[in-house]
């Protein structure tokens, strides 16, 4: 009887692995996104090299259009660079358009914590953590360190030596990286305790953005004071 239960439970969680996810879907397009913007830069980079080295111009943006005008002047072929372009601008509007999407999907989702801390963002914590489970049920102060593992680790590894992270992935919020640096710690362990709130309501399909925008607002402008 035991050993049929079993078989039973271990057939109903290999049906459930095997079955689509939506969430790994998300979670998928959010780490192709990376990897088109690291794509992106990398073009981007190589171009503006091109130009610096070949032509001794020293330009910020590769479509500058006194490059193509340069390369016909000295009487060279501009096709090979223009084809390399018209890719590093079609990997712009790809970018665009799949961020808009990402964080379309994950406001419709979390539309509490997409409130507080926008939504691209919390898809970055959302990837790094793993699923739409794990954010939710995670502690404020897991929250507020998600991105930041490695020197989490350090600080673990050296006992107390190296200081633990005040932040992660959070500080991309302007709520954190506008105050100065001594209290940006005190603003993210804020902004982490409503965050988690907020995921939590979002799965209850309880909106309750507003109030939890007003109460960060409120402690982001008590810190403010403490600035000055």
Known sequence: MKRDLR??????????????????????????YYDLKDTMNLIEERLVEWVKNSLYIDIKDPKDARVIETIRKYGMDPTPYQRLLNIYISLIQEEKHMREYIEKKVEEKFPNASYLVGPFILGMMLERIGSYRELVEAPSST????????????????????????????????????????????????????????????????????ELYEQIRKRFEELEKEKK
């Open 7 to 32: 078989e039973r439970f271990l057939r109903d969680v290999e049906r459930e692995l095997q079955e689509p996810s939506e969430e790994q879907y998300l979670i998928n397009l959010i780490r192709a």
């Open 143 to 210: 929250i507020q360190v998600i991105g930041a593992e490695r020197a989490l680790f350090k600080h673990i590894r050296s006992r107390g030596k190296i200081k633990p992270p005040k932040h992660g992935i959070i500080y991309l919020s302007p709520w954190i990286h506008r105050l100065p640096k001594r209290l940006r710690g005190k603003m993210a362990r804020a902004l982490a305790s409503k965050l988690s709130i907020a995921l939590k309501a979002d799965m209850g399909k309880r909106d309750i953005r507003k």
